[in-house]
C-alpha cells in the first residue's frame, strides 16, 4: 500500500523546484496533491494565492477542504529572497519577504489546524540552512527562514498531542531551476560548479527529488516519534569548517 493513499496534501508553491517535487512523490504515493501559488498549475489541482497577502491563506485552506473534504498534509514550501543590506532594505521590502516566508505559512498553519487536527495530519515547513546561517546580503531572508524553524518548534509543543507533527528542512543548494539557470549564464559554468560542489563534502549540489523524499517521510507514518525537529539537508555543507582557499 502506498504511504499516501487516501489522504489530501497541500504543497505551496508547487509548480517548480522542490515544491514541483514534493507534489510529484506525494501523488505517486498516492495522495491527493492540491498545489498554492499564483495562476494555475497544468499538473495539480491548483488553489489560487497571493504570498504577499497572508489574509488569503484561510481561503486556500478552505477551498482545499471544499473539494476533497479533508486534508491531511500541509507542505509550506514557497518563498523568495530579496538581496540587500539592511541599511539598503526598505520597509515594505523587508515586510513583504516576512510575508511570504513566515507570516502566510503561520496563517496557513492556522486555517488547516482544526483540519489536521481531525485527521492526525502532518505539517512540513521548507526552512533552509539560512535559518542556521547567513549568506551576505540577505537579512530578511534570513530572519524569516530562522522564524520558520522557531514557528515549527512552537507548533510541534503545542499540537503533537493533539496528533499534529510538524517538522521542517533546511535545504542547502538545490538544483531548482533558479538556480542552474543562474549558473548557465555564468562566464564560466563548469568552473564554478566545480567550485560550489568543494564547499559540499558530499562535492555536488542537491536535487529537489533529494528533498522531497526527506519532507515525504517526514509526512508519513514512518516518521510517527519524530516532531518539532528541522532536519538539515544540504551535503553536510553545514558540518564542514571553511579553508583558506
Request: hydrophobic share 40%.
Amino acid at each position: 500500500m502506498k504511504r499516501f493513499e487516501g489522504k489530501v496534501a497541500l504543497v505551496t508553491g508547487g509548480r517548480s523546484g522542490i515544491g514541483l517535487a514534493t507534489a510529484r512523490r506525494l501523488r505517486d504515493e498516492g495522495a491527493r496533491v492540491f498545489t498554492a501559488q499564483r495562476g494555475e498549475d497544468q499538473e495539480f489541482e491548483a488553489i489560487a494565492i497571493d504570498f504577499a497577502a497572508p489574509a488569503g491563506a484561510g481561503r486556500a485552506v478552505e477551498d482545499v477542504v471544499n473539494q476533497s473534504g479533508r486534508l491531511d498534509v500541509l507542505v509550506n514550501n514557497a518563498g523568495m529572497m530579496q538581496e540587500a543590506l539592511v541599511e539598503d532594505m526598505s520597509l515594505a521590502d523587508w515586510e513583504r519577504t516576512i510575508a511570504v516566508n513566515l507570516t502566510t505559512p503561520f496563517m496557513l498553519i492556522k486555517a488547516a489546524m482544526p483540519h489536521l487536527r481531525s485527521a492526525g495530519g502532518t505539517i512540513v515547513n521548507v526552512g533552509s540552512i539560512e535559518g542556521l546561517g547567513s549568506n551576505p546580503k540577505h537579512a530578511a531572508y534570513c530572519t524569516s527562514k530562522a522564524g520558520i524553524h522557531g514557528l515549527t518548534r512552537a507548533v510541534a509543543i503545542d499540537h503533537s498531542g493533539e496528533g499534529v507533527r510538524c517538522n521542517a528542512v533546511a535545504p542547502g543548494w538545490i538544483d531548482t531551476d533558479i538556480n542552474v539557470d543562474f549558473i548557465q549564464k555564468l562566464p564560466d559554468p563548469k568552473g564554478f560548479r566545480q567550485k560550489v560542489g568543494k564547499i559540499h563534502p558530499v562535492g555536488r549540489t542537491g536535487k529537489p527529488e533529494e528533498v522531497a523524499s526527506l519532507i515525504a517521510w517526514l509526512a508519513s507514518p514512518e516518521s510517527s516519534f519524530v516532531t518539532g525537529q528541522v532536519w538539515t539537508i544540504d551535503g553536510g555543507r553545514m558540518a564542514m569548517l571553511s579553508l583558506p582557499q
